[in-house]
């Protein structure tokens, strides 16, 4: 996830945000360097802690205050209502249970904040979407979970979102299987939607 081509996707991610916001699936921090200096504090979510370690580079030299946790997704330790954004990028595919994670994260997100995602999934063209459910089982145990056939809008939207904003990429400089890539913006739908 350290290609190049990729770095413009992470600016767009997270360049513009404000307020309290939350990244899930931390990782090595490769998202770092693109948030605004004037966010603040940043707060992330990662399950596995050795990658704090593998972060700490990035965390130095980010003007930014970083606050770590050691977490799943599907059981997020923060109160309802109490983010302006949160983040997921290329962390999705292995959570899992997608449709509990998406409902904790809605439940923390402000009635008018914002999930922003990009992540790859499910192909668009009906050949390369047979061959990701036929390797779907394999990849899920030699790659951390992975599910290369998730349709993330869909999933979304079940989970009481609203897309504001859908874009289903090609990722270059990565096999096919995983090249088809979902990227967005989505709200909570309010009460009653």
């Known amino acids: 996830m350290k290609h190049p081509a990729l770095v413009p996707l992470r600016q767009e991610l997270v360049a513009d945000l404000e307020g309290r916001v939350l990244e899930i699936g931390f990782g090595t921090g490769l998202n770092l360097p693109h948030y605004s200096p004037q966010l603040g504090s940043l707060e992330v979510l990662e399950p596995i802690s050795t990658m704090l370690d593998q972060a700490a580079g990035r965390i130095e030299e980010s003007p930014l205050a970083v606050k770590f946790y050691q977490g799943e997704a599907e059981d997020l330790p923060f109160e309802a209502e109490s983010f302006d954004a949160v983040i997921s990028a290329w962390t999705m595919c292995s959570i899992q249970n997608l449709h509990q994670a998406l409902a904790d994260i809605r439940r923390i997100l402000k ?61 270059p400089g990565v096999p096919r299987l995983v090249a088809p890539t979902y990227q967005g913006i989505a709200r909570p739908k309010g009460e009653g939607a």
């Open 111 to 171: 009635p008018t904040g914002e999930f922003r995602f990009v992540e790859h999934g499910r192909s668009a063209s009906p050949q390369l979407a047979w061959w990701q459910d036929r390797l779907t089982p394999i990849n899920r145990v030699v790659a951390m979970g992975c599910h290369l056939n998730r349709d993330f809008f869909v999933s979304i939207e079940k989970a009481g979102f609203e897309l504001e904003r859908r874009d289903l990429l090609v990722m």
